[in-house]
């Protein structure tokens, strides 16, 4: 059992208000570009009916609205073939009007999503989940940063949370959330620790983090009792439970007793990874300005 806490809960890391700043900064980006006769523009591939993926696409839609920038959505069946998926990537790479491809996952099980992925040209990875993309990270540069880690970056910046010379600790190793988690973060002067299924004693680990992110996929599994006061607690997990509500990875009502800051599922991580894929659009956008013609 956790400790009862005398000081006030955790302060709440909002993404959504985070996000909404970021829309309106992005819309005076926009305007400049407009200026030049450039509209960003994020073209989305969707491969089936994935209930959830649709949800997904349709609010990144609304967020490019929000923004002002063109969204457009090229849906494919779910019998659709590896090279013709594959052909659209590459039909969107010429495409001058588009600025970033997002592909949609998760694919039908027939589908290489890998293979897929790293179809998509470099300038355009806004997603920022290609392998040079990725690679750029161990460098402690990249292009465009994968958005759910830069979100959790944001997020933390924007409420003073230190990093630099803390101690961190990142719950996942996967190579969307956990591993670029862990660069970005060591970038930025942290310590860190990525803890994983094969981590003897979790407990003990995330006990030692002053900043301490989530994103394994398992709803709840870190409590109270496993967060050191005082500490920054972020959750990327979005898990539905048999009620059909939303969990995260977090056990919110008992870590916000013990922790500094944490943010909430839904409304914490969540906007921020589109807020970022929305900004790497524009950002795409503005290089494509100044880059030599082909």
Known sequence: MTAPRETAPATVLDGA????????????????????????????????DNPASKIYVRNKARACEEAGIHSEVHGLSADTTQAAVVATVLKLN???????????????????????????APEKDVDGLTRPSLGALVTGYSSFEPCTPAGVIVLLERAGVPIDGRHA???GRSTIVGKPMALMLMARGATVTICHSRTRDLAAETRRADVLVAAVGRPRLITGDMVKPGAAVV?????????????????????????????????????????????????????SRSAPAA
Do not use: C, F
């Not at 996952?105 to 790293?118: G, N, S, V, W, Y």
């Not at 009620?243 to 919110?252: F, P, R």
């Open 17 to 48: 208000a985070a996000a909404r700043e970021i829309y309106a900064r992005l819309r005076e980006r926009v305007a400049v570009l407009g200026g030049a006769n450039i509209r960003p523009g994020l073209a989305a591939i969707q491969v089936g």
């Open 94 to 120: 010429r495409d001058p009007r588009v600025h970033g491809i997002l592909l949609q996952l998760p694919l039908p099980p027939h589908l290489d999503a890998d293979e897929i992925m790293q179809s998509i």
């Open 169 to 171: 600790v990142v719950v």
């Open 235 to 287: 959750d990327v997990g979005i898990n539905r439970m048999p009620d059909g509500k939303l969990a995260g990875d977090v056990d919110y009502a008992t870590a916000r007793e013990v922790a500094g800051w944490i943010s909430p599922v839904p409304g914490g991580v969540g906007p921020m990874t589109v807020a970022m894929l929305i900004s790497n659009t524009v950002l795409s956008a503005e290089r």
